[in-house]
């Protein structure tokens, strides 16, 4: 967990993706549609992938990608996240950790 723990570091929001993953895409984009920067790792292309992969899967997340985390919190992946923007608390979320501003 030290790799994922390192990476996701002072980011406000960071999301774990794959290229090939659509729903990694989507969450990409509706985040930044709120104006948030987020710190994005493509796992398909980073030289330890596999090993953030497990420990993702270690933290929880199933599938492992897309892995979202705000103010240095597992949010989720992509259910979450949509289940979050439905309910009006995505935003929320992104003011807390300082990744958008009103």
């Keep these: ?3 994922v723990a390192a990476l ?12 090939s993953c659509c729903m990694c895409y989507t969450i990409k984009t509706l985040i930044s549609s709120f104006g948030a920067n987020p710190t994005v790792y493509e796992l398909d292309e980073h030289p330890k992938g596999h090993q953030i992969e497990k420990e993702l899967k270690g933290l929880g997340c ?15 992946g992509a259910n979450e996240i949509m289940a979050l923007h439905l309910k009006g608390q995505l935003v929320p979320f992104l003011l807390r950790a300082n990744a958008i501003w009103v």
């Design 8 to 19: 996701v570091g002072e980011r406000s929001v960071v999301i774990f993706s794959k290229n």
């Design 62 to 76: 199933k599938p492992s990608v897309p892995a979202v985390f705000i103010g240095q919190e597992l949010i989720g």
């Design 1 to 3: 967990m030290a790799l």
